[in-house]
Structures are given as C-alpha cells and as structure tokens.
C-alpha cells in the first residue's frame, strides 16, 4: 500500500512541533508554573526536556522511521510480535487524549466566539460565572466537542501531505506570531516586570520533590511523548531527516513557545493582581479578566480573541496528531481507505468526548471519585505516558539490534557518533530511571 510522507524538511519539524505545541504549553505550562513557584520550576522543567524528553523523542523516532508503518507494526517490526503491544497502548492513549483535550479545545471555540460577540466584558464574578454556567451546560460544550472533532477529522482524510503537511505549514508560523503580539502588549503594562521576574528570578529554595515530579510529567505531555504520536510521524520522515537534530529542534520550539506563553499571561495576571496560583481555570476565568482590565478596550477585545484563536490553532494541529495515530494504524492493519480508518477513530474519538463533555457538570459521571474528564487525564498523564515512554527506551536501548539503532540514530554513519554515544547511555540509563521515578511517585509508591 502506498504510505504518505512529509514532503520537506521544514514540513517534518512543523508537523512534528505543531503536534507537540498545544494546550499543553498554552495552557497547562503556565498553570503548572503558576502553581509550582515560576523560575525555579523552569529549570526544572528545562533539564528535564533535554535529559528526557530529547533522547525519549529521539528513540520513538528510531521505531517509527524503521517501522515505516502504523505504530504496533513499527514496535513488532523493531522488536517482534510481543513488541506491538507497545503501540497498540499509544493507539488507545492517543483516542482518549483526543476526546478529553476537544473538550477543552471546545471551550476555547466557544470562548473565540464570546470574545468576538463581547458577552466575557464583565467583572470578576461575572466572568467565573460564566465558565461555570457554559462548562455544565448538557449541549453547548458537547456541540463544541464534536464539532472540533470533525474538524481533525476532515484535516486527517486528506493525508500527510495535503492535509497535516499543508495545515501545520501554516499555523506553526501564525501561532508564532499572534503569541509574540500579546507578549508584547503583555510586557508593555504597568508593573509587568513582576511577572518577568517570577519567570525567570530562580528561587531554588522552592523546588520541592513535587515540583521535579511536575516538571518530568509536563515535559511528557508538552513533546507528546509516550503515544506513538512521535512514532507515527517518524514513520512519514524520510532517511535523510537527522533525528536528534529534528528532536532537538523540535523540544527548542515546544520549550519557546511554552515559555512565550508564560511571558503572555504572567506579567498581564501581575499587572492587574492577579494570584499566578490560581491553576487550570486561569485560562479561562482570569484571563478574560485581565484582557479587559489590562488593556483599553478595544485593544483589549482585539488581544481577548487573538489569544482564543491562537489557543484554538494551537489544539487543533496537536488533536490532528492524535488522530493519526488511530487512523494510520485502522486504515493500514485493516486494509481498508484511509477515511473510513479515520471515520472509526472519529466515531471512537466523539464517544468518549461526549462522556467527558457531560461529566463537567451536566450529568453526574464519575470514575474513581473524578469526573471522566479528570479520569481520562489522570490515566493518561500520569499511567499510560509514562509506560509508553519507558517500555519505548527498553526495547531501542536494551533490545532492538543495535546496529539498527545506531544506522538510524546516525543516518548511516554519516552524522556525530559521539552524540549518538552520549544519547544511547542517556536512553538505557537516564530515561528508564527518572521514568520509573515519575511513574512510581504518581502512583504513590515512593
Ligand atoms: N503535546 C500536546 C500539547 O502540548 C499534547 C499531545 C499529547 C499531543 C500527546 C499528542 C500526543 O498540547
């Protein structure tokens, strides 16, 4: 069967950095920074993009590239049958990533539009009420979430080149921009220099267990790590795509833009006294707040929905890779087209979006004492990324054959063997470790 490809170079970090930068940065770096003291915080977080998140992206990469096929193929073709199981556990992260983050990707639609029609202006307790009422509504959210779905999905039918090649090609770059705008009009208010320096003004004293615990968790998430999303893609890189160097350029765009967006919201949130701490809701319920009060109002409206449209384009080219981890593998395993492979991960994709959606508030749907949405999260997150992560550097650092891996990593020998020396020890040593540290911590063992 005919397999698609990234057709340049600068597509294939694109693509790969528009699945990594999402609601991950946007939204869930600055919140987690918030909470866990700033600075400090940010260093943490930078080591462990380099020790971990690099040589982890790197050896999913080497799988995918190898495999050339959709994720179990590409796991069972580097390390035998067993091996598949490894991708088929990103198969099924992946879905239930997609249905919880179109969720939250709805609301930041439904958001887009509020600010356009001007129903956020309001004080405070307004703008909170508001959250609340739109997020435990039974339809609206849900309409959202659907429609966000179907979005990915007729990005997804069209292929890599068309579609996902095309798509991120030109995001990537609008995203850029629209988040240096409001950076800029962020730093240029009263008193945001507090806000530049909680960012960047360490306070080691402040990094607690947690806070290490925190920043290896957001350093998976954020690169997309442990889905076989990275997998998927690398099986549409071609052999002359340098794989450290795509990963390293990959985690530098993920970490800027992570950091661009902190540099937009805290000084705005300090500006007008707003605690950084106030954790996942401060998207939503203060930001709307700050743009009006920071800025005059009709900069202000103009800044409110940038933001919203960038955080909603944002989402879109990392649920587009969600996608295709399903899709890529219904289609090829099956042998069926490509959009009815796509139309079974949409379907599969909207059901646990709908359970999600409802247990926000319209229906009263729990599991283990969370909502489904907090469920998906915690599942995901905290188990199924980091197994996927770890089982990936066990079978490319310890079983896969190592001449394999070492043409891959180095082209064939025609790239740095001592980078490859450095990241083989960090992939059977480094990696495992502080994955099974994370992963022991949030399951509350150690
Ligand atoms: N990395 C994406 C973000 O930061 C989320 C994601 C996770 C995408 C897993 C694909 C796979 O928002």
């Not at 309001?122 to 997020?135: C, E, H, L, T």
């Not at 599969?348 to 319209?362: D, E, F, P, R, T």
Request: charged share 10%; hydrophobic share 55%.
């Amino acid at each position: 069967m005919e397999r698609g490809s990234f057709g340049t170079k600068i597509g294939v970090v694109l693509a790969t950095a528009g699945s990594a930068v999402g609601l991950g940065n946007i939204w869930r770096f600055p919140y987690i920074t918030g909470e866990d003291g700033g600075a400090a915080f940010i260093v943490v977080y930078l080591v462990a993009v380099a020790v971990l998140g690099i040589p982890g992206m790197v050896a999913e990469f080497v799988v995918g590239r190898h495999g050339a096929a959709n994720a179990p193929r590409a796991y069972s073709l580097v390390g035998g049958k067993a091996w598949s199981i490894v991708g088929y556990m990103g198969v099924l992260t992946s879905v239930i990533i997609l249905g919880f983050y179109s969720v939250v990707a709805g609301w930041c639609v439904q958001y887009l539009f509020a600010s356009l029609l001007g129903q956020l202006n309001g004080d405070a307790a307004y703008v909170k009420n508001y959250f609340q009422q739109f997020s435990t509504d039974p339809i609206k959210p849900l309409l959202w979430t659907i429609v966000f779905i179907i979005l990915t999905h007729l990005v997804v039918v069209r292929g890599v080149r068309r579609g996902i090649e095309k798509v991120s090609n030109v995001l990537m770059p609008v995203l850029f921009v629209l988040l240096l705008l409001i950076v800029v009009a962020s730093c240029m208010l009263p008193d945001a220099g507090k806000g530049v320096v909680f960012l960047f003004k360490p306070d080691f004293s402040k990094v607690t267990h947690s806070v290490m615990f925190d920043a290896l968790g957001q350093a998976f998430f954020s690169l997309s790590l442990g889905t076989a999303c990275l997998c998927t893609y690398a099986s549409y890189f071609s052999r002359q795509t340098n794989l450290l160097k795509s990963a390293g350029q990959i985690a530098a765009i993920d970490t800027i833009i992570a950091i661009l967006a902190g540099l937009m919201i805290f000084p705005a949130a300090l500006s007008v006294g707003i605690n950084p701490d106030s954790g996942p809701s401060l998207i939503f319920i203060t930001l709307p707040n700050v743009f009006q009060q920071a800025f005059p109002p009709v900069l202000g409206y103009f800044v409110g929905v940038l933001f919203y449209v960038l955080l909603a384009l944002a989402a879109l080219t990392s649920t587009i890779s969600q996608h295709e981890i399903g899709t890529a593998m219904f289609f090829e395993q099956m042998h069926i087209s490509r959009r009815k492979g796509a139309l079974i991960e949409t379907v599969l994709a909207i059901a646990i979006g709908i359970l999600c959606s409802l247990s926000c508030g319209a229906v009263d749907l729990e599991i283990a004492g969370m909502s489904v949405l907090s469920f998906c999260d915690f599942l995901t997150s905290n188990i199924l990324l980091p197994l996927g992560s770890f089982f990936t550097c066990i079978l490319v650092g310890w079983m896969a054959p190592q001449k394999l891996v070492r043409d891959e990593v180095t082209n064939w020998g025609t790239t740095s063997r001592a980078l490859y020396k450095v990241w083989l020890l960090l992939v059977r040593y480094v990696s495992p470790v502080s994955i099974a540290l994370v992963f022991l911590h949030q399951l509350n063992i150690i």
